[in-house]
Every structure is written in structure tokens, then in C-alpha cells.
């Protein structure tokens, strides 16, 4: 199994641009979710899905921030405008539904920087 | 609800000596616990997970944790650090929920010396 892939691995662009993050969580895993990490924040839970559908997106901080899951392969996170207060690593992480047993396997994260 | 204090967000020990990293939980239901690491310029891996089975969990690396319901803890320990130890290292808290979503503490930065 390939694990989380997440894309791009790097990503920089300039403030005021849209910026897509991608990620293909493993297959057979029902729920997704997207994390920021920063120095300051630390690890945040943006937003997560199971089986497909939004179940809680109050970690988003703003409405520039939206994310979508077409279906059980692949996911977005998106930033339109983008910031410079946006720059972070950005994860995303699956785990089967299954109650909570299984912990979670993460992707290796998308550095963004907002200059 | 269910929350993650680990205590001490960095931690420094010498080659060879007794890691401990502290976690203590707060939880409405029977918790399932777990220990991620996270090496620089990397994604969380899953360490070892606690799931009401035996409560001392023995994990990769040479890690293993303890879960003390009476003292809502789940400390992680290794008996001889090694270089490669040097990590962030996150301890996390789910109950039963059908989406498995996990609430994490905040980190612990291990240094290892030589």
C-alpha cells in the first residue's frame, strides 16, 4: 500500500492566488481529515469526512478555506484568496471507520508558503 | 468530550538514558490511546495504540506505554534512548465514534544528547 499521498509536497505561491492541496487517502479508509501545523498553533484539525461527507468543519478558519471529498479517493483543501498567515504544513490523514481503533495514517504534508 | 495534556513540551535526555514522556487524558467513554512521532520534515506515524486490550502496549523502536485508567494516564518510556529517538512526539485520545476522530495533545520535542 502506498499510504496517504499527498500533493504538491511543496508549494509556494503568492498572496492573493488560489492554492489546491491535494490528497488520496488509502483505499478502504471512510474517513479523511485535513490538519495545519504551525510553530506557533501547533497541530490544528481543520476539517473531516466519513464516508465521503463533510462531518465537521469548524477547525476552518476562514471562509477562504473549503475543502472537498468527490469521492472515497481523493480530497481537497482549498485557499482562495491565500495569505502569508496561511504558510504552514498541511496534512492529511485516513483511518478506517471502526470506531476509533485504528489511529490514523497521515501523508507526508504539504509545505505552503505565502509570500 | 475528550482532551490530551502532555506534560512538558520538551524533553532532553543522554544516550542511553530512560526516556519518559508524560500524557494524561480526559475522557466520557472508554478511551482508545495512541503515540505518534513525527521526525523533522515528516508526516505523524503511529507508534503504538492502547484499545482495551492489555494495558502495557509495546510499540516500534523499542517504545512501550502503559495505560493507568485509576491514574488517567498513558505514559510512553523507553529504557535507552538512542540519537534517533530526537522527534516530536504527540499523544492522542479517541473514544467509540463512527468517524474514529482522535483529539491530540500538543507535542513533546525529545532531544537526545550524545
Known amino acids: 500500500d502506498a499510504g496517504v499521498i499527498q500533493s504538491p509536497r ?70 482562495q484568496p491565500s495569505e502569508p498567515r496561511d504558510s504552514a504544513v498541511y496534512f492529511c490523514a ?12 497521515f501523508g507526508s504534508g504539504t509545505r505552503l508558503t505565502v509570500v | 468530550a475528550q482532551s490530551v495534556t502532555q506534560l512538558g513540551s520538551h524533553v532532553s535526555v543522554s544516550e542511553g538514558a530512560l526516556v519518559l514522556l508524560r500524557c494524561n487524558y480526559s475522557s466520557s467513554v472508554p478511551p482508545y490511546l495512541f503515540w505518534y512521532v513525527q ?7 503511529l507508534l503504538l495504540k492502547y484499545t482495551s486490550a492489555a494495558t502495557l502496549v509495546k510499540g516500534i523502536n523499542g517504545f512501550e506505554a502503559e495505560f493507568k485508567k485509576s491514574e488517567t494516564s498513558f505514559h510512553l518510556t523507553k529504557p535507552s534512548a538512542h540519537m534517533s529517538d530526537a522527534a516530536e512526539y504527540f499523544c492522542a485520545v479517541s473514544g467509540y465514534t463512527n468517524a474514529g476522530k482522535s483529539t491530540f495533545g500538543d507535542g513533546t520535542t525529545l532531544t537526545v544528547k550524545p
Open chain 2, 39 to 45: 521526525y523533522p520534515n515528516q508526516g505523524l506515524q
Open chain 1, 10 to 79: 511543496h508549494e509556494v505561491t503568492e498572496m492573493g492566488q488560489e492554492v489546491t492541496l491535494r490528497c488520496k487517502p488509502i483505499s478502504g479508509h471512510n474517513s479523511l481529515f485535513w490538519y495545519r501545523q504551525t510553530m506557533m498553533r501547533g497541530l490544528e484539525l481543520l476539517i473531516y469526512f466519513n464516508n465521503n461527507v463533510p462531518i465537521d468543519d469548524s477547525g476552518m478558519p476562514e471562509d477562504r478555506f473549503s475543502a472537498k471529498m468527490p469521492n472515497a479517493s481523493f480530497s481537497t483543501l482549498k485557499i
Open chain 1, 94 to 105: 485516513s483511518t478506517p471507520t471502526g470506531g476509533g481503533v485504528y489511529g490514523y495514517t
